[in-house]
């Protein structure tokens, strides 16, 4: 059983960065594979990046392709996402979320946090 909190968001300007935080309390986390999903107004969630249990890296938005980068600290059970040269369209809703492998479908995971609220606006 895991439960995940996020931290972090925030109104940030165009070209700023922000690091989101995801703690889960579990005692499998290490086994976990944990991505970052994203909801903006009137559109579906969407996954963003994924970080398996070996720290491979899947991206899964092109756009966010050398401006996001996902890292995860097992000692402290936390992975966290650093957003850099943020965009007013990566204002969204982000949730972390953890499965055994990463994926792009919603599906796949087993465990959902309650989202932190990331607003890109000058």
């Known amino acids: 059983q895991l439960q995940i909190v996020e931290s972090g968001g925030d109104l940030v300007q165009p070209g700023g960065s922000l690091r989101l935080s995801c703690v889960a309390s579990?005692?499998?986390?290490?086994?976990?594979?944990i991505a970052w999903f994203r909801q903006a107004p009137g559109k579906e969630r969407e996954a963003v990046i994924c970080?398996?249990?070996?720290?491979?890296?899947?991206y899964y938005v092109d756009s966010v392709w050398g401006r996001f980068s996902a890292s995860r600290d097992n000692a402290k059970n936390t992975v966290y996402l650093q957003m850099n040269s943020l965009k007013v369209e990566d204002t969204a809703v982000y949730y972390c979320?953890?499965?055994?492998?990463?994926?792009?479908?919603?599906?796949?995971?087993?465990?959902w946090g309650q989202g932190t609220q990331v607003t890109v606006s000058s």
């Open positions: 979320a953890a499965a055994q492998y990463c994926s792009g479908q919603r599906s796949e995971y087993d465990y």
């Open positions: 579990g005692v499998d986390f290490p086994l976990r594979s």
């Open positions: 970080i398996s249990k070996r720290f491979d890296i899947a």
